[in-house]
């Protein structure tokens, strides 16, 4: 099973992190090299998956799916975060060239943590396929992809969040697991 990197487990640092979180007009935290060692992607079997207008993707059974439902990793995300996550769901989600999701594909969410690791093996900003979560009353957050990186964001009921469009330029893929907890 992965492991979360011991950096992220100390007291001072889970203090930090839940500090740094719930500062934000969009709470979230982005960790880097959050697991150690970083898993080995095996290959997923893929489904393609188009809404036209909402999103075009594949999407798979999420590849650390045990991981995100272990109590040990709710614990963390307990500790980090200061909320009460419940598991709803976790896919693997790959976006190459000419794929996209648009905001409006989460227009009737309720409040939510979502989480994010990034598989991505390289990426080029230019390429696009960036991460965007919105609420209404805040400026955007932007997150651009960073292999290894763990994406924590809570999100109320009229935020919304998307993988922005990939250029038909891009050589790589950006593969992720997407997880998502409801929030009391």
Not at 155 to 169: A, F, M
């Amino acid at each position: 099973m992965a492991e979360i990197n011991f950096y992220y487990l100390e007291k001072p640092t889970l203090s930090n992190l839940k500090r740094i979180f719930n500062s934000g007009d969009i709470p979230f935290i982005r960790l880097s090299k959050f697991l150690d060692p970083v898993p080995r992607v095996s290959k997923p079997e893929f489904n393609r998956r188009e809404k036209i207008g909402y999103y075009n993707r594949q999407e798979a059974s999420a590849i650390l799916d045990d991981f995100w439902q272990s109590s040990e990793f709710i614990q963390f995300l307990e500790a980090t975060t200061g909320l009460k996550p419940k598991f709803r769901a976790a896919n693997h989600i790959c976006y190459s060239a000419g794929d996209y999701s648009l905001l409006h594909t989460e227009e009737s969410e309720s409040r939510r943590l979502t989480v994010t690791y990034d598989f991505t093996k390289s990426w080029k900003q230019e390429w696009g396929g960036y991460d965007l979560y919105t609420s209404p009353e805040n400026d955007p957050l932007i997150c651009n992809r960073d292999p290894g990186s763990l994406m924590i964001v809570k999100l109320e009921e009229k935020d919304l969040s998307c993988t922005r469009y990939v250029s038909h330029k891009a050589v790589s893929v950006v593969q992720m697991d997407r997880i998502i907890y409801d929030l009391d």
